[in-house]
């Protein structure tokens, strides 16, 4: 659920021509058995590669009104013990049911990756073109938000299915101003099993989509994957990916078909 290796490699040559040292240069996704598994190498790449899993800013939050379950990993992920336990049981009720919401392990903040409010200044964003069983679509959008965020489960699971935490959270200028320019790599595609992944829903498409609007790259993605879906007799993923025309409403780009044009080149 990584982008290609290739797909990176040329971006950074042109980075590079474009006089940008590699010190200057960062590479990142959520966790580093990601990137190994997808084929990135720590040495002599001509850039930085780094992984947001374990280095979230304890001082960087985004809150929604959805509270979620933290797993391992996330910043305020709360071991449980006997030992807690037990102690717990002397604390008066009212301090108890504060402590059990931490022991728990839920929360309605998500932490910030460090790399994205610590390390870089400027984003090129560079999803894959993926379905996604919880918020329909893993584009644009979904890569700059969930894919930088702790806690993230909670914002694309039922009944939100991202909407609207995934525009909420993208229109956060900490998130919104730092992104250039978005280059969806679509050399593989795949409509349906995402975010995990199904070879046998997967299209080898040979496409990359450019544009300085996520939303407009996000609306032609969706598109496509409906398109593939309904030959394969599948539900549309637009029928969940409703996030979408929230995006849009709230000003974050254009998801109207008619008004995007699409330019071919090869």
């Not at 980075?15 to 190994?36: C, F, H, M, T, Y």
């Not at 965020?149 to 909420?168: A, C, F, K, T, Y």
Request: glycine share 6%; proline share 5%.
């Amino acid at each position: 659920f990584v982008s290609h290796p290739a797909v990176i490699n040329a971006i950074v040559e042109g980075l590079s021509a474009a006089g940008v040292p590699p010190q200057n240069i960062v590479v990142w996704d959520r966790e580093a058995d990601r990137l190994k598994n997808a084929g990135f190498s720590l040495r002599g790449t001509g850039y930085r590669l780094m992984w947001s899993e374990g280095n979230y800013d304890p001082k960087e939050v985004i809150t929604s009104p959805v509270s979620g379950k933290l797993v391992y990993g996330d910043l305020l992920f709360v071991a449980k013990s006997l030992d807690i336990f037990h102690r717990d049981q002397d604390i008066p009720d009212d301090n108890r049911r504060k402590r059990s919401r931490i022991f728990d392990n839920l929360s309605n903040q998500s932490h910030l990756s460090n790399v994205l409010t610590h390390v870089v200044t400027k984003v090129i964003n560079v999803p894959i073109l993926s379905d996604n069983l919880y918020c329909g679509l893993s584009g644009a959008l979904y890569n700059m938000t969930v894919q930088n965020l702790d806690n993230w489960r909670r914002l694309v699971g039922d009944p939100v299915n991202g909407d609207p935490s995934i525009p909420e959270a993208y229109a956060d200028p900490r998130l919104a101003d730092k992104v250039v320019f978005q280059l969806m790599d679509a050399l593989i595609a795949v409509y349906a099993g995402g975010p995990v992944g199904d070879a046998n829903y997967a299209v080898h498409f040979g496409t990359l989509y450019a544009s300085k609007d996520p939303v407009a790259v996000d609306a032609i993605a969706l598109k496509k994957i409906d398109e593939w879906r309904a030959t394969a007799q599948l539900e549309p993923a637009s029928k969940t990916a409703k996030y979408l025309q929230t995006a849009f409403a709230y000003g974050l780009g254009n998801a109207d078909l008619s008004k995007i044009e699409v330019v071919n080149v090869r």
